[in-house]
């Protein structure tokens, strides 16, 4: 990695709380915000968008 990318790694904001991010952690600040951001997809806070499916056709 050259150290530009280092540069602005360590400049970018935490995607969860806009805290600088930490190169052990990149692109979170911290463990804790690593692990909100994990809880957040299994919970199924995200989302990615696809075509609607009928779920009782499934069936």
């Known amino acids: 990695m050259s150290s530009s990318s280092a540069r602005s790694r ?3 904001a935490c995607p ?10 990149a692109p979170f600040c911290s463990q804790g915000c690593r692990d909100r951001d994990l809880l957040r997809w299994l919970g199924e806070g995200y989302a990615i968008p696809g075509t609607p499916t009928d779920r009782d056709e499934e069936s």
């Open 10 to 12: 360590r400049r970018s």
């Open 16 to 25: 969860v709380c806009g805290a600088f991010a930490s190169d052990a952690d």
